[in-house]
């Protein structure tokens, strides 16, 4: 596996090492150790999977008690992935980095705890799978608005975007509750 390294240096990229022949192809989505030589050092309590068609737009969701850690990846299709960071120690406080993941690229995201994440499909559908460092607590998670204008996400989308009332309803950056 390889690291790539994105404008937020926690949050990670990493392209595994696949062999591929013309039976298919294989690689390692987990490994704790080599992934611990990359710098994630996570304990994770829970996998989610989502399918979703072209310009659905999930995010931007984090939790402000319990928050997640997320290493996300796509099997089937293309979304463009977004992470906002909401911990108001760090230098890239209030700043997003995105990124295609796909089946065909094959690559991961680590979104670490304390920032908001989600994602819009690019391709007709996208199954996207997540493994989480803390459990889904629905009393605890926050949304933060897609489309605020003071973060100005260049969400690749095609038209109007499908929501979850959730989503329509997210608040602005200057709204929301952070981390410290």
Not at 71 to 78: D, F, I, S, Y
Not at 99 to 114: D, Y
Request: with cysteine; proline share 7%; glycine share 6%.
């Amino acid at each position: 596996m390889q690291r790539i390294h994105t404008d937020i240096p926690d949050v990670l990229l990493i392209e595994p090492k696949v062999f591929g022949d013309d039976r298919g192809f294989f690689y390692e989505s987990w490994n704790k150790k080599t992934l611990a030589a990359l710098g994630l050092n996570a304990d994770f309590v829970q996998d989610n999977h989502s399918r979703s068609a072209r310009n659905v737009l999930r995010g931007l969701h984090y939790q402000i008690v319990q928050p997640q850690g997320k290493l996300v990846r796509v099997t089937e299709g293309e979304v463009f992935d977004v992470a906002v960071d909401m911990r108001r120690s760090s230098p890239t406080f209030g700043k997003w980095v995105g990124f295609t993941l796909s089946a065909v690229n094959k690559r991961m995201a680590w979104i670490p705890p304390g920032f908001a994440h989600g994602f819009c499909v690019t391709s007709d559908f996208a199954e996207f799978l997540y493994k989480t460092t803390d459990y889904y607590a629905p009393e605890h998670e926050r949304t933060l608005l897609w489309n605020d204008p003071t973060l100005a996400i260049d969400w690749p989308l095609e038209g109007t975007p499908i929501l979850a009332a959730k989503d329509t309803a997210g608040k602005p950056w200057p709204a929301c509750e952070t981390f410290s």
